[in-house]
Structures are given as structure tokens and as C-alpha cells.
């Protein structure tokens, strides 16, 4: 049986309605001011924030903070390929994506981002804002009557409110409070849920686990398997989700002849619970990863020798990758 029979004897076997979504290991999203700046003192609250989980990774959490962080901002190349036209719609694929979204208010984007994510009933119930204790005592502002004691009434733990940090001083005393209290968020962030057709995240984390399992995988072969699982979607909306998912270092693609076969940055971190097949039966991961695999590992054909070079290319990409760190 050729690899494309092969993706759909063992995907069509699936039913998404018994899919659970796993939220962990986290992405998560930080809006705010500047970052990155390069200045001796923080440019801002949320430069504070990324510092201190970098300099504080002898502590698993603050490392894991460290290494899940997500920064619009890094994605300037957005509309590339026309992945996006609207920097709106992938800055919401990325708050999907993510297992915590933090918004320190002190940007004018900021604010933008806080009045489109706290009305989104999914996404509310992941966001943690960070607010200048100096603004919201003042109690006619319209963030405090408005987006905030919205959050604050349905999850307390959803709002901070420090002191604001003085960006000419180094020193700042609150800053070792706010990183634990945003560790007991991200703790107590829900890590699981139910799969959501309709839901673009859900999508883009079955196409990671679909290349996880599959690769060294093409973008009309990932088509091919979504359609086996009944997910019908267009190779546009797929090339999307593929962006954002290597923006958020979850895939890779390398091309080999005049193809981009994709393959998981990590082949052990799987993003949904495929659970019972139809038929009621259970198919492990390593079973079907293995009946893919052998699809083209014992085939002579240009297509399936081709896949095995890429896949040998990817191995030593890894290697190499791994040799580095």
C-alpha cells in the first residue's frame, strides 16, 4: 500500500468528536510595550517579565515561561506567502494557540488587544492582564469600568495591579511578585479541551500531530488526512495554520527537489487525544507512525525514495540542532 492509502486506512479509522485538546507544554502569548531593546535598564513591564524568566531558569517553571513565550511583534513577515492580510486574524490564531495570553496595559496596541480578546468568551478565560495601579485607582477610567471589572467578575485572578516600574531605574521590587503570580496562572489555566471544528486552533494543532506522526509529510498529503478524519478545509486555510504553527516553533518544513515536506520540532509532545476509534477500538501513536513509515521505508518508487531522503535530511537537521543546544 502507497503512503496515501496509508494516510487514510490509518486516519479514517478516527472520529473528531472524540478529540481532546491538550493545551501543555504552554505557548504563551505577552502583549505589552517594548522588548528586546538592547537598553541596560527594561524598556517596559513586559521586557521585565521576559527578562526575569531568562534569568531566573535554574527554576523549571520560569524556564519553561521562558522558552514558551510568543511576541507578536517577532512576526513582521506575517502577510509572507499570503499567509495573512490582516495582522488582527493572526494575532487571534496566535491568542487561540495559547495556553496563557498576557496583556500588560501600557501600549496603545495594548489596549486594542485587550478590547478584542476580553469579549471573546474562549479566550477571556485565558487572559491575564497586568494593570498600573495608578490608573485603575482612578476609578472613572474607562479601562477600569469596562473591559476590567468585566474580567474581574467572572475570574478575579484574571486582573493584576502593581505599582507601574520607573524605566530609568534598574531596580523594581515588584517585579519576583508578578512573575510568581503569573506562574500560579499559567498553573491553574486549564490544559484540555473538548475538539472544536470550528475552532482554528484545534485545526492547527491536529495538522502539528498529523506531521508528527506522518512526516516527512507534504501540504496537499496533510490536506489528504484532514479529509480522512472528515475535516474538509482548503490548502490556503491549511498553508495559514502551517505559518503559525513554525512561527510557534511546534513544525519545520526543508525542501528537498521542489518540495516542502514538514515534520514536528518535537516527536514527543502531542497536541490533541485522538481516544477511541470508531469502531470503539484503541490505535496507539507508535503503531500508526510505524505503518506510515514502512509505507515508504520498503518502497522503490521515485515519490517514496525521495520522502526517505528527506526524511534522512531531517534526522541530520535534528542532529545537528540538537548537538547545538
Not at 496563557?100 to 487572559?127: A, D, F, H, Q, T
Not at 518540495?259 to 481516544?275: H, L, M, P, S, T
Not at 515519490?303 to 545537528?320: D, Y
Request: aromatic fraction near 10%; charged fraction near 30%.
Amino acid at each position: 500500500m502507497n503512503y496515501d492509502d496509508t494516510l487514510i486506512e490509518e486516519f479514517e479509522r478516527f472520529d473528531f468528536s472524540n478529540f481532546q485538546v491538550l493545551y501543555h507544554p504552554p505557548r504563551v502569548f505577552v502583549c505589552g510595550g517594548e522588548y528586546n531593546t538592547g537598553k541596560l535598564v527594561p524598556a517596559s513591564m513586559r521586557d521585565r517579565i521576559i527578562q526575569y524568566f531568562e534569568l531566573n531558569d535554574d527554576d523549571d517553571e520560569y524556564r519553561l515561561l521562558s522558552k514558551s513565550c510568543v511576541m507578536a511583534e517577532d512576526f513582521k513577515d506575517y502577510f509572507k506567502d499570503g499567509a495573512y492580510s490582516d495582522l488582527m486574524v493572526f494575532e487571534d490564531d496566535i491568542a487561540k494557540v495559547s495556553t496563557l495570553i498576557i496583556i500588560c496595559l501600557e501600549s496603545p496596541g495594548s489596549l486594542v488587544e485587550l478590547g478584542l480578546l476580553c469579549n471573546n468568551s474562549y479566550l477571556s478565560k485565558r487572559l491575564l492582564v497586568i494593570a498600573p495601579q495608578s490608573d485603575v485607582e482612578a476609578k472613572d477610567s474607562f479601562i477600569y469600568l469596562g473591559p476590567l471589572s468585566s474580567l474581574v467578575e467572572t475570574d478575579p485572578s484574571s486582573v493584576l495591579i502593581y505599582p507601574w516600574p520607573n524605566n530609568e531605574l534598574q531596580e523594581y521590587e515588584h517585579i519576583d511578585l508578578i512573575a510568581g503570580d503569573i506562574k500560579n496562572k499559567l498553573r491553574n489555566t486549564n490544559k484540555t479541551s473538548k475538539f472544536d471544528i470550528k475552532n482554528s486552533a484545534h485545526i492547527a494543532f491536529l495538522i502539528h500531530d498529523i506531521i508528527q506522526i506522518s512526516s516527512p509529510i507534504k501540504i496537499t498529503e496533510i490536506e489528504l488526512a484532514l479529509a480522512s478524519i472528515n475535516v474538509h478545509i482548503n490548502e490556503k486555510f491549511i498553508h495559514r495554520l502551517l505559518f503559525l504553527l513554525e512561527k510557534i516553533n511546534l513544525i519545520k518544513f526543508t525542501t528537498y527537489s521542489n518540495v516542502n515536506y514538514y515534520y514536528a520540532c518535537n516527536d514527543e509532545d502531542r497536541r490533541i487525544k485522538f481516544g477511541r476509534a470508531k469502531d470503539n477500538s484503541k490505535r496507539d501513536e507508535g503503531s500508526i507512525k510505524m505503518s506510515i513509515r514502512r509505507s515508504f521505508i520498503l518502497d522503490e518508487n521515485e515519490s517514496s525514495k525521495k520522502r526517505r531522503l528527506a526524511l534522512k535530511q531531517i534526522s541530520n537537521i535534528k542532529r545537528a540542532l540538537g548537538g547545538a543546544q
